[in-house]
């Protein structure tokens, strides 16, 4: 049963626009309001976003939030059932802050902004940032320092395992002293569909060396099957099974595992992660299982952009050859793009980029399992970096001072 106008003392709303920013920002922070605030009404507003995966209303759905709107529908704030009571604020987790300044007008309340950088600065009441550094970008660009206040980074709370790994060892039929892999293939069509047959040809190269190893592809809820389906028949590779746990041939009497909804899970009981880009390499490092970052360019044209580039036609003349053009200078400028690594300031996690051999990267995953020491000199690294947890929860007590009235 949904929450009543009557009962309402708060209503809080909350823009984001990315399966990771749902899952990795959102959930935490909806999860503490609920702990911290009594009849908090929370509505998860889906911003525009050119990374979009399809799937975002789905997922956020899930997130606990009493109401999800996709931003087309936000003026159906004020007629819908309840209309807006008690005191409101708006939080900012991501997307284009200029949509959430003017949401902020229309529902007539503060905006909070999580954030590393002052955009939209004089229409914003408070900004969270997760580190000194952020937080000194956000000074130097004309935010006063009473309203910031650096909390850490949410995607830290989002690690949340539901069973232990000899539960989940249990349910896959895996015994406890097997090494596993993980392939974290993405969330967004351009990730998955552009990283799931490269990694098969990665874990048949590796699997091939070690014996024992079984591999695992836990599939992001956001996946759509008819598209990854459709990648890996184009590499020749097809799962078998209808259930949560399916199968990928990848050597005679060999398979990996493909399963949904266990990310952590199974990331939990891996030795050794290949993963593409996102909030899943933070993950990865809270739970201290070291990986690879495998960002494939052959597709670099289909990638969504911001700015200029990002509203470009197709069918402008050299569009694609300007746009991979571009995206390997911006690669080349970019030292390190894996959020621990950034985080950290230096390469902790190894990163491949470009054009990908399976084999290139095959050879850095067996050097990493053949070197037990590198493995727990990376594992001790994200410890460092990552051993600070609790933003959502100084998120929500600023929330709840708010609520009641009380100086912030």
Request: with cysteine; glycine share 8%.
């Amino acid at each position: 049963m949904s929450i009543q106008p009557d009962d309402i003392s708060a209503d809080i709303f909350i823009t984001a626009n990315s399966p990771g920013e749902i899952s990795g920002r959102s959930v935490p922070i909806i999860r503490e309001l609920r702990a911290k605030i009594w009849r908090c009404r929370i509505t998860v507003v889906l911003l525009p976003c050119q990374y979009a995966s399809g799937e975002e209303m789905a997922l956020a759905s899930e997130s606990g939030a009493d109401r999800c709107l996709p931003w087309r529908r936000i003026k159906e704030l004020k007629r819908a059932p309840g209309g807006i009571a008690g005191k409101r604020l708006l939080l900012h987790l991501g997307g284009d802050v200029a949509f959430s300044v003017y949401l902020s007008k229309i529902i007539k309340c503060p905006l909070w902004v999580y954030a590393s950088r002052p955009r939209w600065k004089f229409f914003v009441d408070r900004y969270f940032t997760a580190d000194a550094k952020s937080a000194e970008r956000l000074k130097s660009g004309g935010v006063a320092e009473r309203r910031c206040r650096i909390v850490g980074d949410i995607a830290l709370d989002s690690v949340v395992l539901n069973e232990t790994e000899e539960e989940t060892r249990e349910f896959l039929g895996l015994p406890p002293d097997v090494p596993i892999i993980a392939c974290l293939t993405g969330s967004r069509p351009i990730e998955y569909t552009g990283s799931i047959g490269l990694f098969v040809r990665v874990s048949q190269i590796v699997a091939a060396r070690f014996p024992d190893l079984r591999v695992i592809f836990p599939l992001a809820p956001t996946v759509r099957e008819e598209l990854i389906q459709k990648a890996l028949a184009e590499s020749g590779i097809s799962w078998r099974g209808e259930n949560r746990v399916r199968e990928i041939d990848i050597a005679p009497g060999r398979t990996a595992l493909v399963v949904r909804n266990m990310t952590l899970e199974a990331l939990n009981c891996s030795k050794l992660a290949l993963a593409v880009p996102g909030t899943n390499n933070l993950q990865a490092a809270a739970l201290f299982v070291p990986f690879i970052m495998v960002l494939p360019l052959d597709r670099a044209d289909e990638f969504p952009l911001d700015g200029l580039m990002g509203i470009i036609p197709p069918s402008f003349p050299g569009f694609k050859r300007l746009k991979r053009a571009y995206i390997k200078r911006m690669n080349e400028k970019t030292s390190v793009l894996s959020l621990p690594n950034i985080i950290a300031g230096r390469m902790i996690a190894p990163e491949i980029r470009g054009i990908l051999n399976p084999h290139v990267v095959a050879r850095m995953a067996i050097g990493l399992l053949e070197s037990p020491e590198k493995l727990k000199e990376i594992s001790r690294a994200f410890l460092e970096c990552t051993h600070e947890r609790g933003a959502s929860g100084k998120i929500a007590e600023d929330i709840l001072k708010f609520v009641k009235g009380e100086a912030i």
